[in-house]
T-cell receptor
């Protein structure tokens, strides 16, 4: 496809359940990011993948959160034992490095997660 | 202190006026700066980026960067009601994945 895609678009789950969120980056983009955005708030960085390098997990809020990227393309963000405070929009972005060294990120539509 | 600061607004301007959105950053190592627009319930979309001091124009949008003052701004000329959204400022170090976003400024353009 032409842009970043994410699935599901909405997810409602019960507290304590595990959820998996999927991201398909733009073809050819080597970098992939996960962010979280709570209602009315800014973007909270979670994790970053670049090519075959070890991911930067510095933004993951707890060990209940993990992510993987298979074959340098599709990524899955997993939240184990979900809590109500995990409710947010989870955004994925992929990026391309420009001629000036800037890395422009393009966002997917997000997954809206609601933990009851 | 947050690394990227924006006035949360809301900023309200009449249709046809110039909207001025401001952003300051604390990391002097930041080299590239981005403005994203986010409509309610939607994901951020890139408006423009800037990495040289001065002005950069793209249609009705002008980004301004002053590295000495650690200040970035976005001007929207001839504002339209469709410009009503939250505008996110982001700063990035050169060749570095670490992009820091501000919390965003909510802009309302009144007909």
């Amino acid at each position: 496809g032409a842009g970043v895609s994410q699935s599901p678009s909405n997810k409602v789950t019960e507290k304590g359940k595990d959820v998996e969120l999927r991201c398909d980056p733009i073809s050819g983009h080597t970098a992939l990011y996960w962010y979280r955005q709570s209602l009315g708030q800014g973007l909270e960085f979670l994790i970053y993948f670049q090519g075959n390098s070890a991911p930067d997990k510095s933004g993951l809020p707890s060990d209940r959160f993990s992510a993987e990227r298979t074959g340098g393309s599709v990524s899955t963000l997993t939240i184990q034992r979900t809590q109500q405070e995990d409710s947010a929009v989870y955004l994925c972005a992929s990026s391309l490095v420009g001629t000036g060294g800037e890395e422009t990120q393009y966002f997917g539509p997000g997954t809206r997660l609601l933990v009851l | 202190q947050k690394e990227v600061e924006q006035n949360s607004g809301p900023l309200s301007v009449p249709e046809g006026a110039i909207a001025s959105l401001n952003c300051t950053y604390s990391d002097r190592g930041s080299q590239s700066f981005f403005w994203y627009r986010q409509y309610s319930g939607k994901s951020p979309e890139l408006i423009m980026f800037i990495y040289s001091n001065g002005d950069k124009e793209d249609g009705r949008f002008t980004a301004q960067l002053n590295k000495a003052s650690q200040y970035v701004s976005l001007l929207i000329r001839d504002s339209q009601p469709s410009d009503s959204a939250t505008y996110l400022c982001a700063a990035q170090r050169y060749n570095n994945n670490d992009m820091r976003f501000g919390a965003g400024t909510r802009l309302t353009v009144k007909p």
